[in-house]
């Protein structure tokens, strides 16, 4: 009302400016200027509304794709991927090793300021995964430097959905597949093929300069640790777009994508790996059901013409995947702290040889003209040694080199050790002396080291106390030892390298020995040898002295091979030479007799193993004596190869504890062989012929589960 | 001719059509840029809530449409009151997202400025008819200071809040509304002072955007200016500019709009949408989710959409029977225009960043039923005009 009164106040100038045009009312004329003004207020909108789409256009069209990368490149992010794990095959085609898909838990560790509450993520966490949250930041913290740490590995779907459910609670926790670890037939040649893990503390130096990713799962012992690198594969990174929160949205694709593993075929025979397990396992048990002396044994078969390694046994078993879970391993740990069952024994434990070592000293001596073909003599089962007596165990009658062999002969071995240092007389009437009268310290320094020596120096060629080489971490050397005067005949490492130098360069050596020394050597009762270096030592007898490395790898395929399959190997093993020992035929014929006749000759000691077998084989039993658990035992050995006349495969078994060579390490090696000649459809009638495959049931059989509850 | 068309089409068919095009693309944007977000300011459910408001909207845009708008003329005032009143009440409301300019009314809210500008809008109108229809009519300086008064109030009230960006929707509104109605010599004074601004502004952005900085560092020295209200004066000044904090929401909205390219990444599949990269996206930002999933071909065929209704609103304004309608229809068309092209400006570096809302775009039930109302009015002018001539 008001402003009314204010305008008719004014209305007369007013009127006057609007009686310009005078044909129209004012009104009107006014209406009209506002009606063509809205043009005018279209015509600014319109503008406007212009300008908008020229920027968009701008925007969208012009710089469209640079802020299409942009917007690309600054939400994504990289998560590491590890490459499956290659596949290990046995010579058969059974799958030794395989990696299951499964997933894995990461936590994505996010810049400040993203609001990324660690300590709230893991309480969320914690009732879903069995654990607690201090548990869980506990394994943060040990990861402290990585960007991305692992949680939880091969999780259930159940968890899957929780994370999958909870996921804009758990900003930066991902799921990533990985793969787990299966060893399908369990302990089959668990210590063969090792088992897999997270890098230790000592070996993260080594897999950064490989440029490992901290948490990739490697080869923690075996041939899983030996073939790492062929094994393990590439790294790949997946790229993830996520939102602000670092939550992942979408998976773009992999940049480089992971590259698995290659995959192994070993020479292991499965099929034959297992026999030998069930045999190593029931000659325990018999003996152990009388005596329970056995702690430990161990087998290994190579093939003579490769080196490849057939089976390699090693009681008691040890399943690797034993080793991928908490719970298991929780499960099996009375077992595993208690045996030896993580060890591999027939790579680490050296142990008296015994008899064994006596076709190795026959050659040696031989060839060093200590004995010739024909030297023979009256066993006179008891032997003087300077004012000690060593015995047979039994009076053999006349020997000569062959029946040595075939009969075992310790008399006939104490005198070629004694000669070898040239100490002459020792019957079993004089205690013998030195050559020539020395006197006894410069004897000590020269013949006796001489001797020795070349005692020693013969076993050392065909491989024995000296590493094999076969292609598997941690194996141990054997040793050669004498009795140290100077500290009441105790045994003492001899060091047969610096010994070697000594006499080499100075004509002496400087040592405590005594010639009990060479005796306890000639019939290996001064030195320890794992099984692999029996082994390869009597495939190198087979052989003629050409001594080949033992291995386990066959074949190297390229990822992702299945077997059997046309895919051709990118790496084929080639047999390796690691020496010849050069000696005249008639002498390699002597040793073979001397086998052949422990195994066919009534008189032979392993002849009753061997009764009946279709084809002819050749070995040498021994029986050390040895302390186990402070108790004097006896290390039951047993090597050997056959056929006889074109040998295939050599065995050496070692069982410490149960008694004679022949009584137990024989009759296992002898099935072995019939295994062996099964598989390969030679000698025995078709209706005993084997196939390689595993036993599908292996770890529902005796030889799986008896080992752990055998204690 | 145009009175046999009208008499055809009872109903302006194209409007409505504009309208439910609008519609469809809100509720879309409002999908795509909710989708899969959780969070304490992520609105739950907000897609059906928007298609519900859509609903309740249309249903009040046709009450409105009902009603002639010639009653408002005599209770403008009253109008203009009760809004005012509101805008006191909701300085001694909660803040929200630091600022005092929502009523909670249980589970929704109500933005009072919305209906402020509408209120200013009729009320301005109603004064501005009262001035043709007085006898002598002035569209001197004398006039101006009323309509002058009638916008300070609520537009100080709304500064307070601080709602920057209603503020100057009622700046505009009042700028449009009165440079219609004036005299001619103020007609072209204050539209010469418009190219005027836009051309300063403008060389300000692209040349002397330094010394800019300068000036409003001083500005906000001396109070006249919030800080963060110079801070997104700032970031448009400087695209570069402290791109980690003030900048983030502009620069990433940049990304999220060029990115879309020519045909956009598709439907709920925007990488910067998608990803929670635009706080806020579903209100202030909505567009840049139009943007980036529909491409240049979407968000233009957006404003197409909108030129579409302001030219059916100014040809309502231009056929109405009285200049009250028009003068309401003109100050819808600039409320509505100022919001669209500050809005969609702003996510591409046009216009500085104020905190506004795309209209019938944006998540929001007050906004969406005020637009409507105000839609409906328009609608009542152009449905009035009709029934002058059948009775006439």
Same mark, same amino acid.
């Given at each position: 009302m008001k402003w009314r009164r204010t305008k008719s106040k004014q209305a007369k100038k007013r009127r006057n400016t609007q009686a310009l045009q005078p044909d129209m009312p004012?009104?009107?004329?006014?209406?009209?200027?506002?009606?063509?003004?809205?043009g005018v207020l279209y015509g600014m909108v319109f503008c406007a509304m212009s300008a908008l789409i020229a920027r968009l256009g701008y925007l969208q069209i012009a710089k469209g794709s640079e802020f299409r990368t942009i917007a690309s490149t600054t939400m994504l992010s990289r998560m590491a991927v590890l490459p499956a794990r290659g596949w290990i095959y046995d010579a058969g085609g059974n799958i030794l090793a395989y990696d299951k898909p499964s997933f894995s838990i990461y936590l994505t560790k996010l810049p400040p300021g993203s609001g990324q509450d660690i300590a709230a993520i893991a309480r969320r966490l914690a009732p879903a995964f069995h654990t607690t949250a201090a548990k869980i930041l506990e394994a943060i913290q040990q990861n402290q430097d990585q960007a991305q740490v692992p949680l939880f590995r091969g999780v259930t779907n159940a968890q899957l959905a929780f994370i999958e459910e909870h996921k804009s609670e758990l900003p930066g926790v991902n799921i990533v597949p990985e793969g787990q670890r299966v060893y399908p037939f369990g302990d089959l040649a668990g210590q063969v093929l090792g088992y897999v893990g997270s890098?230790?503390?000592?070996?993260? *130096?080594?897999?950064?300069?490989?440029?490992?990713?901290?948490?990739?799962?490697?080869?923690?012992?075996?041939?899983?640790?030996?073939?790492?690198?062929?094994?393990? +594969?590439?790294?790949?990174?997946?790229?993830?777009?996520?939102?602000?929160?670092f939550v992942p949205l979408k998976v773009l694709g992999y940049d480089p994508a992971p590259v698995p593993g290659k995959v192994l075929q070993l020479t292991l025979d499965g099929h034959l790996q297992a026999v030998a397990q069930q045999v190593v396992m029931d000659a325990v048990q018999k003996v152990n059901a009388g005596t329970n002396n056995v702690y430990n044994a161990a087998a290994v078969m190579l093939d003579v013409r490769t080196g490849g390694v057939l089976a390699m046994v090693s009681y008691p078993y040890f399943d690797p995947n034993w080793m991928l879970s908490g719970e298991a391993y929780t499960k099996h740990l009375p077992y595993l702290s208690q045996s030896s069952a993580e060890m591999n024994h027939a790579i680490q434990s050296p142990l008296y040889p015994g008899s064994t070592v006596k076709p190795a000293n026959l050659l040696t001596a031989l060839k060093e003209g200590v004995i010739t073909p024909k030297t023979g003599f009256y066993d006179h089962y008891i032997t003087r040694i300077g004012l000690s007596t060593v015995h047979d165990d039994d009076g053999h009658g006349w020997v000569d080199p062959v029946k040595a062999i075939t009969v075992s002969c310790d008399t006939f071995f104490y005198e070629v050790g004694l000669w070898f240092g040239k100490w002459f007389g020792s019957t079993d009437a004089s205690g013998g002396g030195p050559d020539h009268g020395k006197d006894y310290q410069t004897w000590l320094e020269t013949d006796f080291a001489r001797g020795i020596?070349?005692?020693?120096?013969?076993?050392?060629?065909?491989?024995?106390?000296?590493?094999?080489?076969?292609?598997?971490?941690?194996?141990?050397?054997?040793?050669?030892?004498?009795?140290?005067?100077?500290? +009441?005949?105790?045994?003492?490492?001899?060091?047969?390298?610096?010994?070697?130098?000594?006499?080499?360069?100075?004509?002496?050596?400087?040592?405590? +020995?005594?010639?009990?020394?060479?005796?306890?050597?000639?019939?290996?009762?001064?030195?320890?040898?794992?099984?692999?270096?029996?082994?390869?030592?009597?495939?190198?007898?087979?052989?003629?002295?050409?001594?080949?490395?033992?291995?386990?790898?066959?074949?190297?395929?390229?990822?992702?091979?299945?077997?059997?399959?046309?895919?051709?190997?990118?790496?084929?093993?080639?047999?390796?030479?690691?020496?010849?020992?050069?000696?005249?035929?008639?002498?390699?014929?002597?040793?073979?007799?001397?086998?052949?006749?422990?195994?066919?000759?009534?008189?032979?000691?392993?002849?009753?193993?061997?009764?009946?077998?279709?084809?002819?084989?050749?070995?040498?039993?021994?029986?050390?004596?040895?302390?186990?658990?402070?108790?004097?035992?006896?290390?039951?050995?047993?090597?050997?190869?056959?056929?006889?006349?074109?040998?295939?495969?050599?065995?050496?078994?070692?069982?410490?504890?149960?008694?004679? +060579?022949?009584?137990?390490?024989?009759?296992?090696?002898?099935?072995?062989?019939?295994?062996?000649?099964?598989?390969?459809?030679?000698?025995?009638?078709?209706?005993?012929?084997?196939?390689?495959?595993?036993?599908?049931?292996? *770890?529902?059989?005796?030889a799986y589960t008896v080992p752990e509850n055998a204690r | 001719m145009e009175g046999l068309r009208k008499n055809v089409k009872r109903i302006d068919y194209l409007l409505l059509f504009a309208l439910l095009g609008l519609a469809v693309f809100g509720c879309l944007a409002i999908l795509a840029s909710t989708y899969g977000k959780s969070g304490t300011n992520v609105p739950a459910n907000a897609f059906a809530k928007q298609v519900m408001f859509e609903v309740l909207g249309t249903g009040a845009m046709a009450l409105t449409a009902s009603m002639d708008?010639?009653?408002?003329?005599?209770?403008?005032?009253?109008?203009?009151?009760?809004?005012?009143?509101?805008?006191?009440?909701?300085?001694?409301?909660?803040?929200?997202?630091?600022?005092?300019?929502?009523?909670?009314?249980?589970?929704?809210?109500?933005?009072?400025?919305?209906?402020?500008?509408?209120?200013?809008?009729?009320?301005?109108?109603?004064?501005?008819?009262?001035?043709?229809?007085?006898?002598?009519?002035?569209?001197?300086?004398?006039?101006?200071?009323?309509?002058?008064?009638?916008?300070?109030v609520p537009f100080a009230l709304t500064l307070k809040e601080p709602a920057l960006g209603q503020a100057l929707v009622m700046f505009a509104i009042t700028f449009f509304m009165y440079m219609v109605f004036a005299k001619r010599s103020y007609f072209l004074l204050m539209f010469g002072l418009f190219v005027l601004v836009i051309a300063g502004l403008t060389a300000v952005a692209l040349a002397y955007s330094e010394q800019a900085v300068v000036v409003i560092q001083w500005m906000v020295k001396h109070h006249l200016l919030?800080?963060?209200?110079?801070?997104?004066?700032?970031?448009?000044?400087?695209? @570069?500019?402290?791109?980690?904090?003030?900048?983030? @929401?502009?620069?990433?909205?940049?990304?999220?709009?060029?990115?879309?390219?020519?045909?956009?990444?598709?439907?709920? @599949?925007?990488?910067?949408?998608?990803?929670?990269?635009?706080?806020?996206?579903?209100?202030?930002?909505?567009?840049?989710?139009?943007?980036?999933?529909?491409?240049?071909?979407?968000?233009?065929?957006?404003?197409?959409?909108?030129?579409?209704?302001?030219?059916?609103?100014?040809?309502?304004?231009?056929?109405?029977?009285?200049?009250?309608?028009?003068?309401?229809?003109?100050?819808?068309?600039?409320?509505?225009?100022?919001?669209?092209?500050?809005?969609?400006?702003? @996510?591409?570096?046009?216009?500085?960043?104020?905190?506004?809302?795309?209209?019938?775009?944006?998540?929001?039930?007050?906004?969406?039923i005020i637009n409507y109302v105000a839609v409906g009015l328009a609608l009542s002018v152009s449905l009035r005009r009709k029934a002058l001539r059948f009775t006439g």
């Open positions: 004012v009104a009107e004329a006014h209406r009209r200027q506002v009606v063509a003004r809205t890098i230790g503390p000592q070996e993260l *130096s080594q897999y950064k300069k490989w440029h490992y990713l901290q948490n990739q799962i490697v080869g923690k012992t075996g041939i899983e640790q030996e073939y790492e690198r062929l094994l393990q +594969g590439q790294v790949g990174y997946e790229v993830v777009q996520t939102n602000n929160q020596n070349a005692l020693f120096g013969g076993e050392a060629a065909f491989g024995l106390g000296q590493l094999t080489g076969i292609d598997l971490p941690n194996e141990q050397p054997g040793r050669f030892y004498i009795e140290d005067a100077r500290q +009441g005949y105790i045994r003492v490492p001899y060091d047969l390298q610096a010994a070697q130098d000594a006499i080499r360069k100075q004509g002496y050596y400087v040592n405590y +020995g005594s010639p009990a020394d060479l005796a306890y050597a000639g019939i290996g009762q001064s030195q320890e040898f794992t099984p692999i270096e029996l082994a390869q030592y009597v495939a190198t007898i087979a052989n003629n002295g050409v001594r080949l490395q033992p291995h386990l790898l066959d074949k190297v395929y390229p990822p992702n091979t299945r077997l059997p399959g046309k895919a051709k190997p990118l790496f084929v093993f080639h047999p390796q030479v690691l020496g010849r020992i050069q000696a005249k035929p008639e002498y390699w014929d002597i040793v073979h007799r001397g086998m052949y006749g422990a195994v066919n000759d009534p008189s032979g000691t392993a002849y009753g193993a061997f009764i009946g077998t279709p084809y002819k084989a050749a070995g040498k039993t021994g029986t050390a004596q040895i302390t186990i658990g402070g108790r004097q035992v006896d290390n039951s050995v047993f090597i050997g190869y056959a056929p006889y006349d074109h040998p295939q495969v050599a065995v050496a078994v070692m069982v410490p504890g149960a008694g004679y +060579g022949a009584t137990t390490a024989a009759p296992i090696a002898r099935q072995l062989f019939d295994t062996y000649f099964k598989e390969h459809h030679e000698y025995f009638p078709k209706d005993q012929w084997e196939d390689m495959k595993v036993p599908a049931d292996w *770890s529902q059989s005796p | 708008y010639r009653s408002l003329r005599k209770v403008y005032k009253w109008m203009y009151a009760v809004s005012v009143f509101l805008l006191v009440v909701v300085m001694f409301m909660p803040s929200r997202f630091g600022a005092h300019a929502w009523i909670p009314l249980g589970p929704l809210s109500f933005q009072p400025s919305e209906l402020a500008k509408l209120a200013l809008i009729v009320a301005i109108a109603g004064y501005m008819a009262d001035v043709d229809e007085s006898e002598f009519p002035d569209y001197g300086w004398k006039t101006a200071l009323p309509v002058i008064g009638m916008f300070l919030q800080g963060f209200q110079a801070q997104r004066i700032l970031t448009w000044l400087d695209p @570069n500019y402290s791109l980690t904090q003030y900048g983030y @929401n502009v620069h990433q909205a940049q990304i999220a709009v060029g990115s879309g390219q020519v045909f956009g990444e598709g439907f709920l @599949n925007g990488i910067e949408t998608r990803g929670n990269w635009i706080p806020n996206q579903w209100t202030d930002f909505i567009f840049t989710a139009v943007a980036e999933e529909f491409g240049f071909v979407g968000s233009s065929l957006l404003i197409l959409f909108f030129l579409l209704l302001f030219d059916r609103l100014v040809r309502i304004a231009a056929g109405s029977q009285d200049t009250f309608g028009t003068y309401i229809v003109v100050g819808i068309v600039a409320m509505f225009a100022f919001q669209v092209f500050e809005n969609i400006g702003m @996510n591409m570096y046009l216009s500085p960043s104020t905190g506004i809302t795309l209209p019938f775009i944006s998540y929001g039930g007050s906004s969406l």
